[in-house]
């Protein structure tokens, strides 16, 4: 039998291998980018990211190549940054060149583009700027936002009690007090805490959130032009999200027939007040497309993100309930048990908020924050990035710095504690980012956060019959959000100890 067919086919594969490496070679090394681990072609540097940790793997790479250093993704170059100093150097003192929104595969599918979070351009600037001041509008009238986060924190609070002291896993319930804050904001309406709907809209957010954080969903950031093709749950992402825009957009739908362009009573209702006023203009940035998924950016930002944040807050009060104690020594100094915490008293709580910004800054829910993008070719730190470039500030790596944090790998409310007690912030605490593409929802989040965990600490005690250990609070850091180990605690109601005592 004749190989030679054979051995010419693969001297044939074997040159054009070399020939394609050469040029990739050559390619790699002409451009000005900081530096990295050589990539490999169409694969990029895959190999350098182990199965299921992308998040440590960056950290690594980071303590061999610097705080800021190139990663190729499949064929497109990643810029890194990895410490508060290049973080604050890009996102803050070059704001305007690494204001756009990166690519993020699992997601891009269905959002193309669209909504405050991840337009570009001149429509994301008049979206955010809409939005910003939808939000301030609203919660500055009658029913402003502090309003409705303590008239929930009240529902919480009953709930709660209806438990009579039986151990349970807060998951579902932090998600639904927290999600119904925003609920009232976008829609005008609370839903009861047993509505089945409202437990599938929840359940896709948590889904949608879970599945970019798997291995295969982390396999469709590094290498999307080829995970695209093959299945797996990074491939129901979209099915998930068009189900939740189907919940939304019916919810819109009902809005709009009692539509009053002169009361609006909600940010839909601002929104289609918008789009009427718009109407005629062909270039309008206010359409059903933005007006749907700016609502979903508003509920990723401000239910899965801050409930997360709660639940790994009480994980760690369990295992410190020296710090428990003092949250509650405080609260019934400040605010007692005749009325609901209100903001008001947080700048008279210097060691709450300390431990809620720690609470924050260890649980790092958010580790790779979201990617920026270069609006143009960009010097910085003397390489050239060029225009298009995604960027990822490591959001997890400030958050650890040990420059800017005494034990960055330990949960301590020190951080933000002076030596007279006081409250102290620092530059390097950036759970919502920085920069122009800070969270939109931050301030929302600040309340949340004090109003929920004051309420429930004012009123009850943390138990659990499972003994926890240091190792249980530290982040898993593997992929896009940080979750905690699912647990069941008690909470037991204050009331008959203060009573005791």
Same mark, same amino acid.
């Given at each position: 039998?004749?190989?030679?067919?054979?051995?010419?086919?693969?001297?044939?594969?074997?040159?054009?291998?070399?020939?394609?490496?050469?040029?990739?070679?050559?390619?790699?090394?002409?451009?000005?980018?900081?530096?990295?681990?050589?990539?490999?072609?169409?694969?990029?540097?895959?190999?350098?990211?182990?199965?299921?940790?992308?998040?440590?793997?960056?950290?690594?790479?980071?303590?061999?190549?610097?705080?800021?250093?190139?990663?190729?993704?499949?064929?497109?170059?990643?810029?890194?940054?990895?410490?508060?100093?290049?973080?604050?150097? %890009?996102?803050?003192?070059?704001?305007?060149?690494?204001?756009?929104?990166?690519?993020?595969?699992?997601?891009?599918?269905?959002?193309?583009?669209?909504?405050?979070?991840?337009?570009?351009?001149?429509?994301?600037?008049?979206?955010?700027?809409?939005?910003?001041?939808?939000?301030?509008?609203?919660?500055?009238?009658?029913?402003?936002?502090?309003?409705?986060?303590?008239?929930?924190?009240?529902?919480?609070?009953?709930?709660?009690? =209806?438990?009579?002291?039986?151990?349970?896993?807060?998951?579902?319930?932090?998600?639904?007090?927290? =999600?119904?804050?925003?609920? =009232?904001?976008?829609?005008?309406?609370?839903?009861?805490?047993?509505?089945?709907?409202?437990?599938?809209?929840?359940?896709?957010?948590?889904?949608?959130?879970?599945?970019? #954080?798997?291995?295969?969903?982390?396999?469709?950031?590094?290498?999307?032009?080829?995970?695209?093709?093959?299945?797996?749950?990074?491939?129901?992402?979209?099915?998930?999200?068009?189900?939740?825009?189907?919940?939304?957009?019916?919810?819109?739908?009902?809005?709009?027939?009692?539509?009053?362009?002169?009361?609006?009573?909600?940010?839909?209702?601002?929104?289609?007040?918008?789009?009427? *006023?718009?109407?005629?203009?062909?270039?309008?940035?206010?359409?059903?497309?933005?007006?749907?998924?700016?609502?979903?950016?508003?509920?990723?930002?401000?239910?899965?993100?801050?409930?997360?944040?709660?639940?790994?807050?009480?994980?760690?009060?369990?295992?410190?309930?020296?710090?428990?104690?003092?949250?509650?020594?405080?609260?019934?100094?400040?605010?007692?048990?005749?009325?609901?915490?209100?903001?008001?008293?947080?700048?008279?709580?210097?060691?709450?908020?300390?431990?809620?910004?720690?609470?924050?800054?260890?649980?790092?829910?958010?580790?790779?924050?979201?990617?920026?993008?270069?609006?143009?070719?960009?010097?910085?730190?003397?390489?050239?990035?060029?225009?298009?470039?995604?960027?990822?500030?490591?959001?997890? %790596?400030?958050?650890?710095?040990?420059?800017?944090?005494?034990?960055?790998?330990?949960?301590?409310?020190?951080?933000?504690?002076?030596?007279?007690?006081?409250? *102290? #912030?620092?530059?390097?605490?950036?759970?919502?980012?920085?920069?122009?593409?800070?969270?939109?929802?931050?301030?929302?989040?600040?309340?949340?956060?004090?109003?929920?965990?004051?309420?429930?600490?004012?009123?009850?005690?943390?138990? #659990?019959?499972?003994?926890?250990?240091?190792?249980?609070?530290?982040?898993?850091?593997?992929?896009? %959000?940080?979750?905690?180990?699912?647990?069941?605690?008690?909470?037991?109601?204050?009331?008959? #100890?203060?009573?005791?005592?």
């Amino acid at each position: 039998m004749d190989t030679t067919w054979l051995w010419s086919l693969q001297l044939f594969l074997l040159i054009a291998t070399m020939l394609i490496y050469s040029t990739w070679n050559k390619m790699y090394r002409k451009r000005n980018l900081p530096p990295g681990p050589t990539p490999i072609p169409l694969f990029g540097n895959v190999l350098q990211i182990k199965r299921g940790e992308m998040v440590k793997s960056l950290l690594e790479l980071g303590k061999k190549y610097g705080p800021v250093y190139t990663l190729y993704f499949g064929p497109s170059p990643v810029i890194i940054l990895c410490d508060y100093q290049s973080i604050k150097e %890009a996102l803050n003192d070059q704001a305007e060149e690494f204001s756009g929104r990166g690519k993020i595969p699992s997601w891009d599918q269905f959002f193309q583009g669209y909504g405050e979070s991840f337009s570009n351009g001149d429509e994301w600037k008049q979206l955010r700027r809409f939005s910003l001041t939808t939000l301030r509008n609203f919660g500055m009238g009658k029913r402003g936002i502090e309003e409705r986060i303590q008239e929930e924190a009240q529902f919480l609070v009953a709930e709660i009690k =209806s438990y009579k002291g039986k151990p349970f896993d807060p998951t579902k319930i932090l998600v639904q007090c927290v =999600s119904n804050v925003i609920c =009232s904001v976008v829609f005008g309406q609370r839903y009861e805490y047993s509505n089945k709907d409202f437990h599938k809209l929840l359940y896709m957010f948590q889904a949608v959130f879970e599945d970019t #954080s798997s291995t295969l969903g982390q396999l469709m950031t590094l290498l999307p032009n080829i995970m695209n093709h093959i299945p797996g749950p990074h491939k129901t992402v979209v099915n998930k999200l068009n189900k939740v825009n189907d919940f939304i957009l019916q919810r819109v739908k009902e809005n709009e027939k009692t539509l009053d362009p002169n009361s609006p009573r909600h940010f839909i209702d601002s929104f289609l007040i918008q789009m009427q *006023k718009e109407k005629d203009n062909p270039v309008t940035k206010f359409h059903w497309k933005n007006l749907l998924c700016t609502i979903m950016n508003l509920f990723f930002a401000g239910t899965e993100t801050v409930s997360t944040t709660l639940r790994h807050g009480f994980l760690m009060l369990l295992i410190h309930p020296e710090i428990e104690e003092k949250l509650h020594e405080e609260i019934d100094r400040v605010v007692g048990q005749d009325r609901s915490p209100t903001i008001e008293d947080r700048s008279k709580m210097p060691y709450t908020d300390a431990v809620i910004h720690e609470i924050q800054r260890f649980s790092d829910v958010l580790p790779m924050s979201l990617p920026h993008l270069v609006m143009k070719d960009t010097q910085f730190r003397g390489y050239t990035i060029p225009k298009g470039t995604d960027v990822y500030p490591l959001i997890c %790596a400030a958050l650890r710095d040990p420059k800017q944090f005494a034990t960055p790998n330990k949960f301590n409310p020190q951080h933000f504690l002076d030596d007279n007690g006081l409250f *102290k #912030s620092s530059n390097a605490f950036l759970p919502f980012s920085t920069g122009k593409r800070i969270c939109l929802g931050e301030g929302l989040a600040r309340m949340e956060l004090f109003l929920f965990l004051t309420n429930i600490l004012q009123n009850f005690k943390l138990h #659990s019959e499972n003994q926890f250990a240091e190792d249980d609070i530290a982040p898993k850091m593997n992929g896009f %959000a940080n979750y905690p180990l699912s647990y069941e605690f008690s909470l037991i109601p204050r009331v008959q #100890s203060l009573l005791v005592l």
